[in-house]
């Protein structure tokens, strides 16, 4: 084979051609020829490259990892297996991939999905998606065909086959409830989930739903969820979703309880407490770590936070924190380890909240307390005149806040006009700064833990709160929008929403993994800016299709090692060989 530069003279212009000749049946015969212009038109290819007519610009990274992420996990196969269809279309493994991925990134609605999907670089890796198959009907047509036990069975599926590829140990596990405010119609009766409530992002005037979640404590992996009405309290609910969960980890083969050679803790707020529920713990030979109110026991809380008692803890992550431990000491009908915290920084805040709190409550005091001497002075005429027992109504209400009825006192004179009198005991301040400020009483059954390692395994009851803080923020979260309005679809929501939740929580691991020192948050921000530029270049005359020229946006050194530990190649043409 040999390659060959030829010029050919035509009308006097030379024009050259670059050619492969080789032996054909024993003659050397030309295979191969490309013409490439005039002596001009060599030059310019090589030193003035032709411009592009346009460049549009996909969002790569993230959704790239993500549906990577997807199929490493096998998610789609596990969905079409439990819930085949015909073969006509996309399947609904990939039309619930595709939700779960749009979730972890960019949520949108299904009549918006299409207007997403075509500004990602998915479009190469499912070239059967377009405008058609994306509309909102055809979502909520596959979306119908999963039942809600469907929904259970699939999350079991993905769970148990992940906590195994993955080599997952299950050792400290947060619990924890939330609820998301709706805007369903107060008439519509297709939905029995969504119910008035108090709601913890304050809009007790709209329908919820109610939402709980098992997570790991090291890598914020969520185990189990579960919806609910959303009137209900998280006391009774505790009970209900801790036996659900049980179940299915035996199901999955890990046991619960204590005998086990490597036991779960379950950790948990104060919220979920309830003599009933620590009992069913109970009974049910399962470690814990909670806390208790200071109120409930006010001989460990009277203890001076300058106690010589206290021990400072070493760990770099409890820096500042003083423990006092007891390890005997009857909480809800047996003897338990108990640690009586106190945290500076805790503190800190705590006495600036109470400060702000005096303060306004002075402020309002001293309005009630003007109006008064104005009506007695005859400034004020009109209007009911005030009685003791509104007076008292209205001191009730400003001093609603904590600790305000111990420290300012208040008298009301009645004589010929009514009188408000008020005094700020700074000695009342002083002991309730010196005792319930800072504190924090953590029980346990790991009554063969240090103090610290206690410590520290509650305080990791933050990796639940980071989930569904990252699950209600209005521009990262994967919760919103919700635009269904029925118990089936809201059901599938949660099942794409919590899918969504795991593929984030695998990525971070991963970079983790990798020694990538970088936040939850930092992560999908350096994803989320890898880009890929398709350029267009102009048709020439001997060519029938537009040449297009594909590359990824400049990369910084922690987007490449991203890539890398998730095996996505930066060449975007090889990117849908890979995930296709």
Known sequence: CM???ESKKINGQTYYYYSVWGWVNGKCRRRFQK???KPADIYKAMYKPAMPLHAEVFSFGLPIVLWSELKGQDVIGIIDKLCPKRAQGMTIGKYLGIAAVNRATESASKSGMWDWFRQTSLYRVLPEANRDTLLSQRFWDHMDAVSINDAETIWKSIIGMCLKRESIKLKEICYDGTNFYTFIDTFNNSCSLAKRGKNKQGRNNLRQVGYALFCTAEDQIPLYYDVYPGNRNDCPVFAE??????????QMGWKFDVNTSLPITLIFDKGNNSADNISLLDRNNLHFIGSVKLCEHPDLTQISNKDKRFIECTHPELQGIRVLRFDKIKVYGKSRTVLLCYNPRLFEQQLLTLQADISKALSGLSNIRARLEDRANGLIKGGKAP???????QVNTILRRQFLKDIIQIQ???????????EYDTKKLDVISDTYLGKKIVITTRSEWDDQRIIKAYHDQYAIEHIFRNMKDRTTGVWWPMHHWT??????????CTIATLLRALIHRRAKKALINIGYKRTFLELREIKEV???FKKSRRKMEVATMTVLSKRNEIQEQLLDIMGIPPVPQDVADILG
């Open 3 to 5: 390659e060959r530069l």
């Open 35 to 37: 013409y490439l212009g």
């Open 241 to 250: 979703i801790v036996s659900r969960f049980r179940q299915f980890l035996n």
């Open 387 to 393: 009685t003791v027992d509104s007076i008292k109504k």
């Open 412 to 422: 009301i004179i009645e004589k010929s006009h009514l009188t408000l009198k008020y």
């Open 487 to 496: 118990t089936q679809k809201i059901c599938i929501h949660a099942l794409c």
């Open 534 to 536: 398709l350029c267009t």
